[in-house]
C-alpha cells in the first residue's frame, strides 16, 4: 500500500507541455530557426531542451541568453490565455487525499508555477512545492524525487510518482521510486517500458494505491 504520492507537474495535472514547446518554437521561429517536435521530444527524454536545437543550428550563448526571455514571455502569456485544465484532476485528488500524502515535485520554474495556480485549486492537496529552483540536478537525475522523499521522511517502497514523460519516469527508476505513466497526447510516443504502472486518468491511481 502506497502512503505518499509524488506528483509531477505538467503533462499531469495541468496541461502545459505543448505550449512550453509552442513557446520555444515561436521564440526560435523569430529568427528563422525551426524547432523540430520529434527531436524536441527526444532532447527531453535526455533532460536537454528547446536549446539543444539551437545550438545545433549555430546559435551561440548570447543569443539562446536572449530567446529564453522570449521564449518565457510567449510561454507566460500562454499559461494565462490557453485552456490548460485536465478534466477530473481535482476530482481525483478529493478522492486520495483522505488516503494519501501528496506533493509536486516539477521541473517548472516558481515563477511560471504560481501564474498557473493563481486561480486553480490543486495546491490546496499538496504538503509542499518543489519547483526547478529548489533542487540542484533536475530530471532525469534522482536528485528531484530524493528530495521529495527526504520532505516527507518516507520510504521508497510506500510512494508512488506519477509522471507523464520517460524523462520523468527516469528519475523516479534512478530514485528507485515505482511509477504511474499517466497518458498524455504529446508524450504518448515516448519510452515508457520500465513504468509500474500505465493509466489514462488520475483517477485511476485509487486502484494503485
Not at 17 to 37: M, P, S
Not at 157 to 177: C, F, P, Y
Request: proline share 2%; with cysteine; aromatic share 10%.
Amino acid at each position: 500500500m502506497k502512503k505518499y504520492i509524488l506528483f509531477d507537474h505538467d503533462g499531469v495535472l495541468v496541461d502545459t507541455e505543448f505550449w512550453y514547446y509552442r513557446a520555444g518554437e515561436r521564440a526560435l521561429a523569430d529568427i528563422g530557426v525551426t524547432l523540430d517536435k520529434d527531436q524536441y521530444l527526444r532532447d527531453m527524454a535526455q533532460g536537454l531542451g528547446t536549446w539543444a536545437q539551437a545550438r545545433a543550428a549555430g546559435l551561440d550563448e548570447r543569443t539562446i541568453d536572449g530567446r529564453r526571455g522570449v521564449r518565457d514571455d510567449y510561454y507566460q502569456r500562454y499559461l494565462r490565455t490557453e485552456a490548460i485544465e485536465i478534466e477530473g484532476v481535482v476530482e481525483a485528488l478529493t478522492e486520495l487525499s483522505p488516503h494519501v500524502r501528496m506533493a509536486i515535485v516539477t521541473t517548472a520554474k516558481r515563477v511560471d508555477f504560481d501564474i498557473i495556480h493563481e486561480n486553480r485549486h490543486v495546491r490546496q492537496f499538496m504538503e509542499f512545492v518543489l519547483t526547478r529552483e529548489d533542487y540542484g540536478l533536475a530530471k532525469p537525475h534522482p536528485e528531484p524525487y530524493l528530495t521529495g522523499l527526504r520532505l516527507f521522511g518516507a520510504t521508497r517502497e510506500e510512494t508512488l510518482v506519477v509522471e507523464d514523460s520517460s524523462r520523468g519516469l527516469n528519475s523516479a527508476v534512478a530514485a528507485g521510486i515505482d511509477c504511474a505513466i499517466v497518458h498524455n497526447d504529446f508524450t504518448k510516443a515516448q519510452d515508457f517500458s520500465r513504468a509500474s504502472h500505465r493509466i489514462d486518468t488520475l483517477a485511476e491511481l485509487m486502484n494503485i494505491i
